[in-house]
């Protein structure tokens, strides 16, 4: 069962890179759809996502696909963003065991306890996003280019 599952993800991937989506819009979805993945707020990893739909030229199901294969990366990153914010903001480092155990124990609480350190994490990952993101669209336009069928070969 597990390669038959498998087989219908590559299907599926395949179905993307081949429909009608340009490699830049591809390209574009995937950045964005891993920079809003590792947004600093577990959880809410969709609403950056959800407002970049609204700007960007992206395809909202791949930016989704994309942000929830991200969240071993987000889980892996959220606090890395906070220190990060609270050495640029100035801000008293939190306790990070007493932040991992709320979030895994209560996260709503464990927000509105941590919401300082959480919004200067937040304004870390601002700063990171565009730079995170061009330098993730250009390799992959790059391979989506060259992965997309040329029409004027089919028959």
Same mark, same amino acid.
């Given at each position: 069962?597990?390669?038959?599952?498998?087989?219908?993800?590559?299907?599926?991937?395949? /179905?993307?890179?081949? /429909?009608? @989506?340009?490699?830049?819009?591809? @390209?574009?979805?995937? @950045?964005?759809?891993?920079?809003?993945?590792? +947004?600093?707020?577990?959880?809410?990893? /969709?609403?950056?996502? $959800?407002?970049?739909?609204?700007?960007?030229? $992206?395809?909202?199901?791949?930016?989704?696909?994309? *942000?929830?294969?991200?969240?071993?990366? *987000?889980?892996?990153? +959220?606090?890395?963003?906070?220190?990060?914010?609270?050495?640029?903001?100035?801000?008293?480092?939190?306790?990070?065991?007493?932040?991992?155990?709320?979030?895994?124990?209560?996260?709503?609480?464990?927000?509105?306890?941590?919401?300082?350190?959480? @919004?200067?994490?937040?304004?870390?990952?601002?700063? +990171?996003?565009?730079?995170?993101?061009?330098?993730? +669209?250009?390799?992959?336009?790059?391979?989506?280019?060259?992965?997309?069928? *040329?029409?004027? *070969?089919?028959?």
């Amino acid at each position: 069962m597990g390669t038959r599952r498998m087989f219908d993800i590559k299907n599926k991937i395949k /179905s993307i890179v081949t /429909s009608g @989506a340009s490699p830049t819009t591809l @390209a574009l979805s995937i @950045a964005i759809g891993i920079t809003c993945g590792v +947004f600093p707020i577990p959880g809410l990893t /969709s609403v950056p996502c $959800v407002v970049a739909t609204f700007f960007l030229p $992206v395809n909202i199901a791949i930016v989704l696909t994309v *942000n929830y294969l991200c969240t071993p990366l *987000n889980l892996a990153t +959220f606090l890395l963003f906070i220190r990060w914010g609270e050495t640029i903001t100035g801000t008293p480092p939190a306790s990070l065991e007493e932040l991992t155990t709320a979030l895994s124990t209560n996260v709503i609480g464990a927000v509105q306890t941590f919401a300082i350190s959480l @919004a200067v994490g937040a304004i870390a990952w601002l700063l +990171f996003v565009p730079f995170a993101t061009l330098a993730l +669209f250009l390799p992959i336009r790059l391979v989506a280019t060259l992965l997309k069928p *040329n029409k004027s *070969n089919k028959d």
